[in-house]
């Protein structure tokens, strides 16, 4: 499901992006702008979801391992799994309805090469503040809530781990959640001070914050590969049978 939701995040924008950066197309209609910003925003949501998951699988296989495989059946996971989906779809509905009732009579340029929320909601000649709060609203929902969760879950793996007899039984358990570690450093740094930014970004540069913005929907899709691949055997002895083997 992370790679499935990388792929889609990734592909809503990076196609547009590139033939803006290419070939100078640097126009869209705002029915494909709204689309384009359901898409992304959407799986953004799903993913965050996904993150949350991962973090109760781990705390299931650290904290209570001999109750991992009746904890989390088939069933189960494809419960968790069609809940986050759902969420996301439901939670970003509104984004694209608020933004096509509001008129438009300012600048129709947006700083950034995809449509954002709040870059097209800006461009809007009315009050905003109903989407703008909508979209805290979501944005505390589920960024929140699910660093809470994660945070929670973490706190009792990590004391699961430090109670282990021997350091490297420590070590190597701590192992196992180091790459997902990562991958939620990797989303959710990036995604906050994207999301706050956006909003409240009077100081920050506008070059820094286009950087940001592109760095939040890109590397993560970029770097779960790479992190995820790298604790895979099968995949390393792949890359060196690559580099080493000679063709005859």
Known sequence: MLAITDLVVSTS???KMLSLFWFSAREISFSACLTQLYVFHSFSVIESGIFV????????????PL???????????AKISLAMVLRGSMLVLP??????????????????????????????????RISSYYGLFVLFCVM????????????QILRAIFS???????????????????????FYIPGLFFSLSDRFHQNV???FHVLIVNVYYLMPSMLNPIIYGVRTKRIWGRVLWLFTHKRT
Do not use: E
């Open 13 to 15: 924008i990076l196609p």
């Open 67 to 77: 109750r991992h495989a009746t904890t989390l059946t088939n069933p189960v996971v």
């Open 164 to 186: 282990l007899p021997t350091k490297d039984a420590c070590l190597k358990t701590l192992g196992t959640c180091s790459f997902h570690l990562c991958s939620i450093l990797v």
């Open 205 to 207: 540069p506008l070059h």
């Open 53 to 64: 998951a991962m973090a109760f699988d781990c705390y299931v296989a650290i904290c209570d």
């Open 144 to 155: 929140g809530l699910d660093v809470i969760f994660i945070i929670l879950s973490y706190t």
């Open 95 to 128: 984004y694209p309805f608020l933004l096509r009732r509001w008129p438009y009579c300012r600048t129709n340029v947006i700083p950034q090469p995809y449509c954002g929320h709040m870059a097209v909601l800006k461009l809007a000649c009315v009050d905003i």
